[in-house]
């Protein structure tokens, strides 16, 4: 299975093209999103100052976000799966990283604001089908 989604293909002999399920999925930075765990849960194991907590989360969350954009400006595959991903992606991280940095962002995180930002992504990988251009054959 391909980490990149597959879009809508022209013709009869094109593959199939992922589902739902399966854009939610591949639109998630999944290995980026791991080492950012590490990272959060390190940092809350070292107990920094409760002052410096929520900008910690907020440096990590901004480095973490460039990172999710660089990986798949360069690794995805260029066209309409590159763009996709542009968009999905960082929109996904986010959503996912914003609760997950919950205890060092304390007071800082709003609960219904990480349910809103799940819903989003989940609606931006629902909406962002990527379909291929036909070959110009003219």
Known sequence: ???????KSPGLA????????ARLVKYVPADILAIYTSAVGGIISAKPDANLQPRIALGLIA????????????RAPKGVIRNAHLIA??????ALSY??????????????LAV?????????AWLLA?????????
Do not use: C
């Open 116 to 124: 809103l930002g799940q819903a989003l992504a989940a609606l931006v």
């Open 89 to 94: 992606s960082p929109i996904a991280f986010l």
């Open 63 to 74: 480095v973490f976000l460039a990172a999710t954009i660089v990986y798949f400006a360069v």
């Open 14 to 21: 094109a593959g199939a093209a992922d589902d739902f399920q």
């Open 1 to 7: 299975m391909s980490r990149f989604v597959r879009p």
């Open 130 to 138: 990527p379909v291929e251009k036909p070959p110009d054959n003219g």
């Open 99 to 112: 609760p997950i940095a919950a205890k060092l962002l304390g007071g800082w995180f709003i609960g219904w």
